[in-house]
């Protein structure tokens, strides 16, 4: 309606948008105006500069309310396509920069650096389940493999970084504005977990699924469900501690120091998940067919 009720300059017409109003120009003045009054004149200079359709996009761009039906999974992904990189290093620095991501679009163009990360609380791509078979874990030998139940909930990690803590989704979406409460009872410093992340029930066990969605997509969370659903993350594996990458050590030894670390920073909003003991492929197959818990899948 805005974009349709500006008056309309003498300078313009359909088609006829001002070619010196860039989306780099627009983003780095919203971001850095000292004021909103100050934003509406930027603005308001800008509509002026533009026609109809132009106004459009631009009220659409300035109130983060442009919807075009794409995921910021796929926008990753048509990045890295483009830019002849690879999906997960784009990940990785993708959450660490910000609008409008010049530093991205140098290294994708080969006029700058690779984006540096360290110091901040960004993304590590996910090692995912690949679902098997039994016939298929013959060749191996058990002895070699860790075991561990896949809980009720939803896959999450947890970064601290900079002074700032960040909840991910498995998808590499911020979804700490939906649990509030696990972000202020966060105890170990500058450091970045994998875990599960589940709601717990009054019995002190996660809850089933359909609990937890009951806080998923959230904008806020209300002081009944962060007391009758609290947050809780079981831990799977340590990441980074103190802005040491652990990835490239062994599990056993990112499960020793992740071991370590909740026993040093004990925390009711964070526990370990326990390692599942077996001496065969058909004892683990018998014990996943069996779990001792409702809330767990596999």
Same mark, same amino acid.
């Given at each position: 309606?805005? *974009?349709?009720m500006?008056?309309?300059?003498?300078?313009t017409?359909p088609?006829?948008?001002?070619?010196g109003?860039?989306?780099?120009?627009?983003a780095?003045?919203?971001?850095? =105006?000292?004021s909103a =009054?100050?934003?509406m004149?930027?603005?308001?200079?800008?509509?002026d500069?533009?026609?109809t359709?132009?106004r459009? *996009?631009?009220?659409?761009?300035a109130?983060?309310?442009?919807r075009?039906?794409v995921?910021?999974?796929?926008?990753?992904?048509?990045?890295?396509?483009?830019?002849k990189l690879?999906?997960?290093?784009?990940e990785?620095?993708?959450?660490g920069l910000?609008p409008?991501?010049d530093a991205?679009?140098?290294?994708a163009?080969?006029?700058?650096?690779?984006?540096?990360?360290?110091g901040?609380?960004?993304?590590?791509?996910?090692?995912?389940?690949?679902p098997a078979?039994?016939a298929d874990?013959?060749?191996?030998?058990?002895?070699?493999?860790?075991?561990?139940?896949?809980?009720?909930?939803?896959r999450?990690?947890?970064?601290?970084?900079?002074?700032?803590?960040r909840?991910? =989704?498995?998808?590499?979406?911020?979804?700490?504005?939906s649990?509030p409460?696990?972000?202020? =009872?966060?105890p170990?410093?500058?450091?970045?977990?994998?875990g599960?992340l589940?709601?717990m029930?009054?019995?002190?066990?996660p809850?089933?699924? *359909?609990e937890?969605?009951?806080?998923?997509?959230?904008?806020?969370?209300?002081?009944?469900l962060l007391?009758?659903?609290?947050?809780?993350?079981?831990l799977?594996?340590?990441?980074?501690?103190?802005?040491?990458d652990?990835r490239?050590?062994p599990?056993?030894?990112r499960?020793?120091?992740?071991e370590a670390l909740v026993?040093?920073h004990?925390?009711?909003?964070?526990?370990?998940?326990?390692?599942?003991?077996?001496?065969?492929?058909?004892e683990?197959?018998r014990?996943?067919?069996?779990?001792?818990?409702?809330t767990?899948?596999g």
């Amino acid at each position: 309606t805005a *974009a349709l009720m500006w008056p309309e300059p003498a300078a313009t017409g359909p088609g006829r948008n001002d070619p010196g109003v860039r989306l780099s120009e627009v983003a780095e003045t919203l971001a850095a =105006a000292p004021s909103a =009054a100050a934003a509406m004149r930027s603005l308001a200079g800008w509509l002026d500069g533009l026609d109809t359709t132009g106004r459009w *996009a631009l009220l659409k761009l300035a109130t983060g309310g442009l919807r075009v039906g794409v995921s910021a999974g796929l926008a990753k992904a048509a990045f890295a396509a483009w830019a002849k990189l690879d999906p997960e290093a784009v990940e990785e620095v993708w959450h660490g920069l910000e609008p409008p991501y010049d530093a991205l679009f140098a290294w994708a163009t080969g006029t700058g650096p690779r984006p540096d990360p360290r110091g901040l609380p960004h993304f590590r791509p996910f090692m995912l389940a690949t679902p098997a078979e039994l016939a298929d874990l013959a060749p191996l030998d058990p002895a070699d493999f860790s075991a561990e139940w896949k809980w009720d909930g939803i896959r999450a990690q947890m970064v601290a970084a900079g002074g700032e803590i960040r909840l991910y =989704a498995r998808s590499g979406d911020e979804i700490g504005r939906s649990f509030p409460d696990l972000l202020d =009872a966060w105890p170990f410093g500058e450091a970045a977990v994998d875990g599960e992340l589940v709601v717990m029930g009054p019995d002190g066990q996660p809850a089933p699924f *359909a609990e937890l969605q009951k806080r998923i997509n959230r904008r806020t969370v209300g002081p009944g469900l962060l007391k009758s659903l609290p947050a809780h993350l079981r831990l799977y594996d340590l990441l980074a501690k103190g802005g040491v990458d652990l990835r490239p050590h062994p599990f056993a030894e990112r499960r020793g120091a992740l071991e370590a670390l909740v026993a040093a920073h004990p925390s009711p909003r964070f526990d370990l998940s326990p390692l599942v003991a077996f001496s065969s492929w058909a004892e683990l197959d018998r014990l996943r067919a069996d779990p001792p818990a409702a809330t767990i899948e596999g």
